[in-house]
Structure formats: structure tokens, C-alpha cells
């Protein structure tokens, strides 16, 4: 069997280098990749630093992981919490452009990503269609913390403080449906919350309620993603564990599931915010 064909390391779903703990040298490169329409998942290991290896060697070296090994089997009509699993075909993923995450729970709700089907692939369920968002809160305070509204005035959450707190407050009410579920999410961090724009009508009004109105006009808000650390409260964690920084205990220490944990997770998200505003305006 031919190997896939990797141009670039872009190709690939992830890239890492392993370390010497005592030296804090890379030797060995680990990857992985979902490739082709049939989403097929490979995995590779080469022991070199990634600086040391070429595109070829990535491609010899990956070797296809057996779905029954990875993904859970597709059952006609089966639910997971309150959405149906229903099939999207690749005409309906190219029509609505919406991205492929794979995740361990969602819900629908405003500030929660909204869910839309799952791919089916040989029987097996692959990947879970969700609403596509350009970029993370990380990736936006990045790029200047500012959108511009339908109405051509922007708003920025650098800068602006009442779209700060508005900003954690959905992220808390969010945060708070899965509490009221018995469940709690445990790796709240500024990577998993992505960043959309609402927007309200265009404003129409004369320049002096102009920048009042486009407050009402246009809003950033939070859509709280990745629930791979998901569980029920009082359920032990798996391998997924949190962030460094952004988890309540030492790592050795976080092995169940708490409220706790997210409601230090929040306090520390609107203070982390706070702090990057005041560093940067």
C-alpha cells in the first residue's frame, strides 16, 4: 500500500516533539492526520527533532489506525444528551461550510457551539458538524481585540470594559447550564472559547447617539468549546486534565470532575482578561 501523500506539514492534524526530561532535548517527532473524504486516521513517530525530518519520512512513517480502535460505531437513532446524531452528507458540509471538531458532549445553547450532525464514515462516527467560528479569544486579543459592526463602528474588547464583563458573564451563564446538568466542564482556558460577532440592526441616527447605539448594535461574545474533560461531577478525568495555569491544583491533584474547578477557571478568566486590557491599553 502506498503511503499518503503529505506536502507540507500543514497536511497533518498535529504535530509534537518529545523531550528529555533532564536535558530538555527533542528526540523523537509524533504526528497525526485525518486524511482524504473518508476521514481516515493515521498516526507516525520518527526518532529525531521535527527540525530533522522531512516530509517524505513523515509520509513512510504513517500507518493507519483501525477504526474500531478509535471511533465509536454508528447506531441508527442513537442520541447523545439532547441532540439527535444525525447524518450530514458531504453536500450539506459543503453548503453550510461548517468546521469538524470532534467532542465528547455538546448542547445547544447560544454561548455553548452549536451542533448540527455527525459524519458517518464505514459505520463508524468520525467527526461531529459544528458551527464555525474564525478564531479564538487567545487569537482575537492577538489580533487587537476589535470588530467593526453593520453599522461601521467598532467595538473592542480590549479597550471597551463593559464588553468585558458582558463577555465573562455569557461565558459564566454558559458555564452555569452545564453546572445546573450535573456536569462541569474542567478545562475552561482562554483556548477553548472561541470568539463570534452579534450583530444587531444597522443604526440609523444622527452622531451624537451614534457610538451609543452601535454598543446595542454589535456585540463580541463567547462560544465555550473542546468538553474532552466533560464529565458528570464526582466522575474521574481522563488523560485530558486541564491547562497548565488555568486548572485549581497541582495536575497530580485533578482527577475529578467539580464545579470548583470551573468557578476558579471563570474567576481567573475575568481577571486574566482584565489584566490583558490594562497591560495593553
Not at 454589535?218 to 466533560?230: H, Q, T, Y
Amino acid at each position: 500500500m502506498a503511503p499518503p501523500e503529505i506536502t507540507s506539514w500543514e497536511d497533518l492534524l498535529w504535530a509534537s516533539e518529545v523531550s528529555d526530561r533532564n536535558t530538555g532535548r527533542a528526540f523523537r517527532t509524533e504526528f497525526g492526520a485525518v486524511l482524504g473524504d473518508d476521514d481516515e486516521a493515521y498516526f507516525g513517530q520518527i526518532d529525531k527533532p521535527q527540525a530533522n525530518v522531512s516530509l517524505p519520512e513523515v509520509a513512510r512513517a504513517l500507518f493507519r489506525i483501525p477504526d474500531e480502535e478509535l471511533l465509536p460505531r454508528w447506531r441508527e437513532g442513537r442520541h447523545d444528551g439532547d441532540a439527535a446524531l444525525t447524518v450530514v452528507t458531504p453536500e450539506d458540509e459543503e453548503s453550510i461550510r461548517r468546521r469538524i471538531l470532534v467532542v465528547m458532549i455538546v448542547i445547544v445553547m447560544f454561548n455553548i457551539v452549536r451542533y448540527h450532525g455527525c459524519r458517518v464514515r464505514r459505520g463508524f462516527v468520525t467527526g461531529l458538524v459544528l458551527d464555525w467560528h474564525a478564531c479564538s479569544l487567545e487569537e482575537h486579543l492577538e489580533g487587537g481585540g476589535e470588530s467593526v459592526g453593520g453599522n461601521g463602528y467598532p467595538v473592542n474588547l480590549i479597550r471597551d470594559p463593559d464588553s468585558r464583563t458582558r463577555f465573562i458573564d455569557e461565558l459564566e451563564s454558559a458555564v452555569g447550564h452545564l453546572h445546573a446538568l450535573d456536569w462541569a466542564d474542567n478545562d475552561i482556558q482562554p483556548g477553548n472559547v472561541l470568539v463570534t460577532i452579534s450583530k444587531g440592526p444597522d443604526v440609523n441616527s444622527n452622531e451624537d447617539k451614534a457610538q451609543a447605539r452601535a454598543i446595542e448594535a454589535v456585540s463580541i461574545r463567547p462560544v465555550l468549546i473542546d468538553f474532552e474533560s466533560a464529565r458528570k461531577v464526582g466522575e474521574n478525568l481522563g488523560t485530558s486534565r486541564g491547562r497548565n495555569g488555568w486548572i485549581d491544583c497541582d495536575r497530580k491533584d485533578y482527577r475529578t470532575s467539580e464545579v470548583n474547578h470551573d468557578i476558579w477557571a471563570l474567576a481567573r478568566m475575568r481577571e486574566w482578561l482584565n489584566g490583558y486590557a490594562s497591560r495593553h491599553y
